[in-house]
């Protein structure tokens, strides 16, 4: 019975061997595993920095950009303000310019009138001559 007892427990010993040894193994396999997974998570945080480090330098662009965009409106506002004024103030000439040619042309018409009045007298005062 002893001997039987004794082969049972050797059976049994070499089944826990057998799972003392899987057992090894797993914890092998996860000891990997782990050091894989510390590998993988330096290397995500690496990308993560340097994402963010770009994420960063976009921000940073987007800011200058902005900046630019910015003095450009105040130029485009200054250079439309003074493109105003200059059209002001030649459409002012211009009106003052059309009333100095409107009252040229009123003289220039008066004139005429005179001249042709005189024209006319001329002839009165030749034929009369001539008739004398």
């Excluded at 914890?27 to 330096?42: A, I, P, Q, W």
């Excluded at 220039?108 to 004398?132: G, N, W, Y």
Aim: hydrophobic share 35%.
């Amino acid at each position: 019975m002893e001997e039987r007892s004794a082969e049972r427990f050797d059976k049994i010993d070499k089944r826990l061997d057998k799972v003392d040894g899987r057992l090894d193994s797993m914890e092998s396999r996860l000891d990997k595993l782990e050091y894989e997974m510390k590998g993988l998570r330096g290397d995500v945080e690496e990308m993560r920095d340097g994402m963010e480090a770009r994420f960063d330098a976009i921000g940073q662009q987007f800011n200058e950009i902005d900046t630019r965009f910015a003095a450009l409106e105040e130029k485009i506002d200054r250079n439309h303000q003074e493109v105003t004024k200059r059209i002001d103030s030649l459409s002012k000439d211009i009106e003052a310019q059309s009333e100095e040619s409107l009252r040229a042309q009123g003289a220039i018409k008066l004139l005429t009138t005179q001249h042709d009045q005189l024209a006319s007298r001329v002839t009165i005062v030749e034929s009369k001559l001539q008739a004398v």
